[in-house]
């Protein structure tokens, strides 16, 4: 016992220590210098809270940090809206060829975002595929230019780099999922809308929950899917990073900013995982049946 | 070869549901070639036949998870077309209990009352009568994980009549518990079906439970009926040679019809013509079957069946030998102090009163070895 | 038989360039010093510097940034004592000297330097206490590049912050430095009080740019898109760079380049010696220092770059169509420059601009 204990500890120490070099270490440099200050080019490492009551003080990057967790969790929802039936047809109605749909389906991943972000102007754009039909059939004269270059367009994107992800954690959570207990359902008298609600849902909330964090987490990050497609208002948290950290010099505000957005995702992902583990259903779906 | 039709469940009884030649195809795979039957209130029937002989997939277009190809279904005289699972007085317990695994015991029990909107004050006390009828009470705040095979099939059972359905179904349901379990539980179902006075369609392979279990037994092969009766008719009156060789293993003698009389018929078989009671329709020159069941040979030194012993087998009661005899394999049981030796020269006689004449053909050297 | 030649002649370059790296660090055998310069690529081509290797005693190693702030990280990192030349922007030199990263430059040694425009000489910039810490070594502008064929007039800043006409067919960079520095030229703030705004004027940047945004289609941040951008007729007016013109010009667009007379920002690279270079080292580097900014390596630039040097070397010897190109010819472009300084409060200017852009 004390034998396995012990190399149980030795066979994890090269994981914990790529843990720690890799991932610990930089947040925690990132942590500390949040509570520097800046003086033209030189770091003064002096202890202050300063950063964090600009932070906290700015409605600009409240704001900011507010609209990229709105951004998450909207493209969350639609993902998972859109993802269900897909998910269910690929698990439970391809019999053939499953892994190529499923390939199909992140053909997307692989073409690299920038990509992706030109072939949505080609779609979106002024000339693009949609004003251009739209102008073809005369049901518009001008183009529409709001296609483009705005919010909707930033979260059309967004939604279909990250679908995948989705995808894919609903249709491990499908694959999984008991076709018999529908029919139990449904010999119990239940209709679809409340198989949904109360078997479906519930039973695949494990990859719902998982594939809303991997695309809230990813939008969140994403700023250039806004920058190149959001045009005036494409805006994000992590540019305002960016533009502190690169022309600004103000390493310590950008640390304060960014280490405001970490602790705020790790709350609520921790608080997501929380409602998972406390929920009745959540215990029994996790130690599985 | 629909020997012996519903009307052997005489007049007494009221018919709840009735198969018209009902038909199921799976592309060009017939599973159901077009059936009918009967089934009275206040029975346990069981749908009994070898894996793949269609009797799931009747069950499954009783339960409206299947449309039928053809035919049709109607419980007590309503044609049950294009009406869903949900709205049909039926309710199944399926193979593996398809429990609700995020729910407790009582909300697994209770849902079927909460989806049709049920009281709550109902719905509560019916769930508890449902558990206690069970023994299942105390469980009740237990997560299906948290029980044994045994005890998630009584939840099971409480979530189906709980609904108080017409028709209770059940796929399999003893097939995932150890063999003492399943004894226990055949009591309890037949013990269940009799206080609820509910018809029971129990769908098994096991001929040992579905003469524990039934008072009305269809065996079926092939996607066809291929009798249907009680299970004394059944197995004292095979209709067919599948249906002698699949209940209790009878040992099959084929042979050509020499003669017939009313209910009897003599056959040639190779030890002899033997004459015995026979099924009705047998026509002189039409290849047929002697029927003789294990428990009815016995040695007898001028017996016409000559044999050699191959295996010989103690179990406790009696010993099962099984004899090399006319270039078949024949399986005896005898109540002795002790078994004969495996190479020993045997010769068996038997009761010809006891014999049954059965219809069809042997597709098969009867090869089924020592069955229980 | 194209096959065979394209592959001689990449054997050919494969082994010439294998041949350099095997040899070139080994030239000192000549006495040839080695000069370690840390530039842009399209700056240190072979060809450019071939007329100051042939005359020999000097080597020079190549390495090569990707932006000015990854340069500035290097050094600060510790990078300085392998470097001996860096090419800093103008505006940046004053964070490298702040950060004691410069050796002041003794222009006696530097005899091109004296051919620099009056423009360059009088600059405060690059320089502390007197002394020159980062020359100019070639500079462009910043210019308004539009679609002539999509616009009637030449447009000037005013384009950007007032009227409906192009309102949603407009580009600014995402850069606060000059989306501010534009708005101040636009609002008529003078060129020398410009990086020193107060409250006041700050807010009225602000609200210029609150309105600007509101005629933007969007926000650029690489050439190569703003490119695309004009190409596709998203955008028909945006303060750019150069390259759009030159690149949509020679695909066949009507292309026009404005260059406001309220003020055209001008960028310029300098070449800097790090603290620590001394003795032959030292005069090596101030030797292609003073090569770089000479006649041989200028027309090179002029032709491949195409950039105009900081100096006045090769102007007379190029023909009027590519002074034109690289903006020497009228040289009176030159008073309208503003070149990109620091601004002390450039936290808030970035905070501003981050404000602006969240509206």
């Not at chain 2, 020499?258 to 020159?285: C, E, K, N, Q």
């Amino acid at each position: 016992m004390a034998f396995a204990a012990d190399r149980g500890v030795r066979l994890a120490a090269p994981v914990a220590l790529v843990l720690v070099a890799g991932c610990v270490v930089p947040l925690a440099v990132l942590f500390v210098y949040s509570f520097f200050k800046v003086d033209f080019v030189a770091i003064v490492h002096d202890p202050t809270v300063k950063n964090y009551v600009r932070v906290a003080a700015s409605a600009t990057y409240r704001g900011l940090i507010g609209r990229a967790i709105l951004s998450g969790a909207i493209v969350a929802v639609i993902s998972a809206v859109i993802a269900y039936p897909v998910a269910w047809a690929i698990a439970k109605r391809v019999y053939l060829l499953k892994s190529a749909y499923l390939t199909l389906l992140l053909i997307p991943l692989y073409t690299g975002d920038l990509v992706r972000i030109f072939a949505w102007r080609v779609v979106l754009g002024s000339e693009g595929v949609i004003n251009s039909f739209l102008m073809w059939t005369g049901i518009v004269h001008e183009p529409i230019r709001a296609l483009l270059f705005s919010p909707f367009a930033t979260h059309v994107v967004l939604t279909y780099d990250y679908l995948p992800f989705m995808v894919m954690g609903l249709w491990l959570a499908f694959e999984s999922l008991d076709d018999r207990l529908l029919e139990a359902a449904r010999d119990l008298g239940a209709g679809e809308v409340t198989i949904f609600r109360r078997i479906v849902l519930p039973l695949t909330a494990p990859g719902l929950i998982a594939g809303a964090m991997m695309v809230f987490v990813l939008v969140v990050g994403d700023y250039l899917t806004p920058q190149l497609i959001g045009g005036s208002s494409g805006i994000t948290v992590i540019s305002a990073i960016n533009d502190l950290f690169g022309t600004a010099f103000d390493w310590p505000l950008g640390s304060a900013i960014a280490s405001s957005l970490l602790i705020i995702l790790g709350l609520l992902v921790t608080l997501a995982a929380l409602v998972v583990a406390r929920s009745t259903w959540g215990r029994s779906v996790v130690s599985g049946e | 070869m629909n020997v012996g039709r519903a009307d052997t469940d005489g007049p007494r009884a009221v018919v709840l549901l009735e198969a018209l030649g009902l038909a199921k195809s799976y592309g060009p795979v017939a599973a159901v070639q077009g059936v009918d039957f009967r089934l009275p209130v206040n029975a346990y029937v069981t749908l009994l036949g070898p894996s793949g002989c269609g009797k799931t997939s009747i069950l499954r277009m009783i339960g409206g998870f299947e449309t039928p190809s053809a035919g049709s279904l109607r419980l007590d005289g309503a044609d049950l077309a294009g009406v869903g699972p949900a709205e049909r007085p039926v309710n199944t317990v399926f193979q593996s209990y398809a429990l609700f695994p995020h729910m407790t015991v009582a909300d697994n029990v209770a849902f079927g009352l909460e989806v049709k909107g049920r009281d709550r004050n109902e719905t509560k006390i019916r769930t508890a009568r449902a558990l206690a009828l069970v023994r299942m009470t105390d469980m009740a705040d237990r997560r299906p994980n948290q029980l044994s095979g045994g005890q998630q099939q009584r939840v099971a059972l409480a979530r189906a009549i709980v609904n108080e359905p017409r028709l209770l179904l059940l796929d399999e349901p003893l097939s995932a518990l150890d063999r003492r379990m399943r004894k226990d539980m055949q009591i309890e179902l037949k013990d269940l079906q009799r206080r609820l006075g509910l018809t029971f369609v129990h769908v098994t392979h096991d001929q040992e439970e579905a003469f524990a279990l039934s008072d009305h037994l269809i065996v079926m092969n092939a996607g066809r009926i291929e009798q249907q009766g009680t299970p004394e008719e059944i197995y004292r009156r095979p209709a067919t040679t599948f249906v002698a060789d699949f209940i209790g293993g009878a040992n099959l003698f084929p042979g050509q019809i020499l003669a017939t009389s009313d209910g009897a018929a003599t056959i040639a078989t190779a030890f002899g013509p033997v004459t015995a009671a026979s099924v009705s329709g047998l026509s002189v020159g039409s290849t047929a079957a002697l029927c003789l069941r294990p428990e009815l040979l016995t040695p007898q030194p001028d017996g016409p069946i000559l044999s050699t012993v191959r295996h010989v087998v103690f179990q406790g009661a009696d010993w099962l030998v099984e004899v090399e005899a006319a270039e078949r394999t024949v399986t005896l049981r005898l109540e002795s102090e002790r078994g004969p030796e495996p190479g020993e020269r045997l010769a068996i006689g038997f009761d010809a009163a006891s014999a049954w004449i059965t219809a069809g053909t042997i597709a098969t050297e009867a090869g089924h070895g020592v069955r229980g | 038989m194209t096959f065979t030649l394209r592959r001689r002649e990449l054997l050919k370059s494969v082994l010439a360039g294998a041949a350099f790296s095997a040899v070139g660090p080994l030239r000192p055998a000549q006495a040839a010093e080695a000069v370690s310069w840390l530039t842009w690529e399209n700056l240190a081509k072979d060809d450019y510097l071939a007329a100051l290797i042939e005359k020999g005693g000097i080597s020079i190693e190549k390495s090569f940034i990707g932006t000015d702030d990854e340069q500035f990280a290097k050094l600060r990192a510790g990078g300085a004592s392998s470097v001996d030349l860096i090419t800093p922007g103008l505006d940046k030199v004053e964070y490298y000297v702040a950060s004691n990263l410069l050796q002041p430059i003794d222009l006696a040694k530097v005899p091109n330097a004296a051919k620099l425009y009056d423009t360059f000489k009088a600059t405060t910039l690059g320089k502390k206490d007197g002394k020159t810490y980062g020359i100019p070594f070639y500079w462009g502008i910043n210019p308004v590049v539009y679609r002539a064929d999509l616009m009637d007039a030449e447009p000037d800043w005013s384009v950007f912050f007032e009227g409906e006409k192009y309102k949603g067919k407009l580009a600014m960079r995402d850069y606060a430095l000059e989306g501010i520095m534009i708005a101040a030229l636009y609002l008529g703030i003078p060129k020398d009080k410009m990086f020193d705004l107060d409250d006041k004027q700050l807010a009225e940047v602000k609200k210029a740019l609150i309105a600007q945004k509101k005629l933007l289609r969007t926000y650029w941040s690489s050439i190569g898109d703003l490119t695309n951008l004009f190409a596709t007729g998203e955008v028909v007016c945006a303060f750019s760079w150069v390259p759009p013109y030159f690149d949509l010009t020679a695909r066949g667009l009507k292309m026009g380049m404005a260059k406001p007379k309220a003020g055209v920002i001008g960028w310029c690279d300098t070449l800097a010696i790090p603290a620590g270079v001394s003795g032959a080292k030292l005069d090596a580097t101030l030797k292609l220092v003073d090569y770089l900014l000479g006649p041989d390596y200028g027309k090179k630039l002029a032709y491949g770059g195409p950039y105009a040097q900081s100096t006045s070397s090769t102007r007379d010897a190029l023909p009027a169509e590519q002074q034109e190109k690289i903006f020497i010819k009228d040289l009176s472009v030159m008073d309208s420059f503003v070149w990109k300084a620091n601004p002390p409060r450039y936290t808030e200017w970035v905070a501003l601009w981050n404000e602006v852009k969240a509206s």
